[in-house]
Every structure is written in structure tokens, then in C-alpha cells.
């Protein structure tokens, strides 16, 4: 029963939403509809569980004092801060919590991302070599795409835009359609085989 | 340690410098390329321009501030766009960050063009659940999101009378920098509901979108911050992503440079080990 009750759950949600695509009428969109509605709650239950076990995890780190524990300080705080902010005055435009996300989080959010230039270039000085004949390909289109989708290509031959368009729109496009039918193939046999109960690693990771 | 062999171990260091001045110089001293909108812009554009006074568009934020100087200036740019057009706009987010985002374009536009909350846009929030969010605000707007951003129930607002579902939604736009986004947004909303689907999304995932542009799935496309350039030039408004563009440009060409000259040494010291 352990192992048939999830079974079932998982036969009979599947083949709910499989028939509400392709017969889009009650029962079945009313169907669609409540199991929507299931899935936004739960959803919301697991934010709440995620949230409760970093919490954890973090309050654990402070007892044991591992390396690097100050930062689980950091975390606390700023979680605490921002909860406590977005909890008693609210989220809109102009309180507290919209003064920290624009002030100190949008800020730091931005200054991490914005280091990925400088590891991006070196990583291209260090690591773009065209070793074999195909590295070699992805080497002279990544330079025409790269040159061609700012203005200084422009500059350099008037035609280097309409060569990276060419790229993006032809050999990219194909090769993202590959990659895409290849992808909804193995979600499409994956799914049918947790429908049919032929996969059941989800159930006890075995 | 030969020459080669010290041009192709050059300290970290003087890359990040060489990168640093690479970006700020054009920064305070703008060089002003000339940028031209190219097809799947010019495409984005035409689908807002083709909606008639008083429609309702659907902007969805799926960003976040570490993407932010790529997709805001395109978030700024389309209200501008739609509240000149006197289009209504609805906006939510499958990502909780695109929220205020969101909220601070629509308030700057509005700001300019007269337009006031719940007559002329509003901020539906942020919902748990990625694609399962789109299919039940496909089947029931009211019902998924009851209120606002700022927790107002949603039929206080003028804008909401009479929205019931994507049938009342007469273009659907996606501005994200990931999953949950425009994919899961042409999957549903084009794919099931036959609604118009356009998005913005950065540089580095745009080339994912192309087979959606050229089947005719997608409206039309935004792609990083040269696409917020383009839509820019194309509204003849001089915003962050044109300022930009004179940073980035140089950026591409350093590190297109890094790469040649790495590659010209690599390939003499190859040939001097034969």
C-alpha cells in the first residue's frame, strides 16, 4: 500500500491533465482547474518548508561553528530584516522593505552578476583555443556573433550584423530545434513511464 | 620562460584592469554608435504597434536585479510604449524580483504619459507555481490573483472590469532572464490559448528563442541589452541600454581581441613544439 497509493495518485493525476489538453471540456477543465488551484497551494506549503529548512541548516551552522560560519550570520540577519520589514509595513513603493530591495540588495544582486565580465574575458584569453577543427568553428562564430550584434561591427564592415543574423537565424535555429524535439521526446517518455508506474525512483530514490 | 609562453600566461590581473578601463571609458566618455533595429525588434514593436487604443497588454516580469541592465531598460521602454499608444497594461511576474521592477517602470511611465494605477495599469504580483500559474490565469485572472501587489483586492480597480481570462488579453509579453519565462509563456498562452506571445530576455538566452520567432510563435523578440538599444532607437528615446551600448561594444571587442591574440600565440608556440 506504501508504494500503490502514490501509484494510483500519480495514474490519476497524470491522465487528468493529459485528457484535459486534448479534451478540453468538463470534467475535465473543471478538473484542470482544481488540480491548478491543489498545485498553487502546495506550491506556497513548499516555499514555506524551503524557507523553514535553510533556517535550519543556518542555525545549525551557527552552533557548530564550521568554517566560514559568519556568513550564516549574514544570512539570518538579512532574512530576519527583510521578513520583518515586508511583514509589518508591507511590500508597496516607498516603505522599508522597497528601501532595502532597491538600496542594498538590487545593488549587490547587480554588482555579482556584473563580476562575470571580468571572469568571462579572462576565461577567453585563457581557454578559447582552437585546438580541434570544431573548437575552431565555434571559435569563428562566437567571434562573428560577438562583433556583429554591437554597432562597433557595424562599423568595422557593414555587413557583419546581417553574418551574425545569419547565424542566430540558420545553423543556431537548427540546432536549437534538435536540441528542442530531443528534449520534449525524453520529457514526453519520462512522463509516461512516472504515469505508467515503470519509473518509480521518485518514490524512494531506488 | 619564452616570450609565448609569458603572453600566454598574462596575470589575471591586467585582464580585469584592461576590462575595468574597457567599460568605464565609454561610460564617461560616450563614443555614440550609431545602433539599427534589427528584424525580430523591429517585429516586437509592430505587434504593440498594431494593438488599437485601449488594449489590454499582459507584461509578466521574470527577472531579477542581477539581469536588471538588460531587460529594465526594455520594461521602461514598453510602458513608455504602451501608455503612449493608450494601452492598459496588466502587469505580474513569475519571479518575485520582477515585481518592483515592474511596479518602478510602470510608475515612471505613467508618470510621464498621466496614467493612473488601476485605471490605466496595474500590478497583479507575484505567484507561486512557474507554469501552473499561466494555465490557471489562462482559465480565471480573478480567481489566481485576488489581489494586488500591495495585497488590494483586484476588483477595486477600474482596469480589471470585465477581465476574466486571456480572452480579454490582447497581447501577452514575457520580459525574463530564465525558467520560469517566455518559453513556459509560449507553451501555454500561444501553444494552448492561441494568444499573441512577445519577449524580451537577455543576450546570452535570446539564441533559444529564434525557432519561436521564426514559426511565428513568438510575436517578437528583445534579446540583451543591445535588442533595449534597439527598441530604444526605434522609440527615439535615449535610455540606460543606448548608453550602454557604447561600453558593451567596446567590452566585445577587448575580449574578441583576448581571443585572436591568445589563440595567434597558442598557435606559434604549437608549431614551434613541432
Redesign the interface.
Known sequence: MKKQIPLIITFIAGMVMVLQ?FIPHRPF?DL??LF??W??II??FA?ILGLGNLLKVHTKRLQRKPKGWWYSIVLLAGFTVMFIAGMVW????GTFF?FL??NV???M??M???LL??F???A???A???RTPEATLL?IS??LV??G????G??IWDKL?LVS?WI??YP??AG??AI?IGIALGIVSTSLRIILGIERTYLSGK | MNIIERFEK?D?RI??L???LA?IIPLLFPIG????A??PVQKFYDAIEALIPGSMVLVSCEY??????EVYPMNQSLARHCFAKDLKIIGMGLWP?GI?LN??SM?QAAEEYQKEYGVDYVNLGY???GI??I??AA??IP??FPLD???RPIEEFEIMDGVRNFDNIDLIISLSAGDPGVREWIMIAQG?YGKKVAGGVT?VS???F??YL?SGQLQGLIG?M?GAAEYETILQTSGTASRG??A?????????F??????FF??IGKRRKK
Open positions: 489538453f477543465s484542470q482547474q491548478n488551484s498545485f498553487l506550491t506556497v516555499m508591507g511590500i508597496e513603493r522597497d530591495f532597491w540588495h538590487l545593488p544582486s547587480s555579482m552578476f556584473a565580465a571580468f568571462v574575458a579572462s577567453s584569453y585563457r578559447f583555443r582552437a571559435l562566437a567571434i560577438m562583433i550584434r554591437v554597432p562597433l557595424n562599423y550584423p543574423d542566430m537565424g543556431n535555429m536549437q530545434r528542442m | 598574462v589575471r585582464i580585469f584592461l576590462v575595468l567599460v554608435f550609431e545602433i539599427k534589427s528584424e531579477d536585479p542581477s539581469t536588471m541592465p524580483q518592483p511596479q518602478a510608475e505567484k507561486a507555481g501552473v500559474v494555465s490557471s482559465e480565471n480567481n489566481t501587489y500591495a495585497g494552448r543576450a535570446a539564441p533559444a529564434y525557432p521564426h540583451g543591445k551600448m557604447d558593451q561594444s567596446i567590452a566585445h571587442g577587448l575580449i574578441i583576448f581571443i585572436l591574440f591568445a589563440n597558442y598557435l
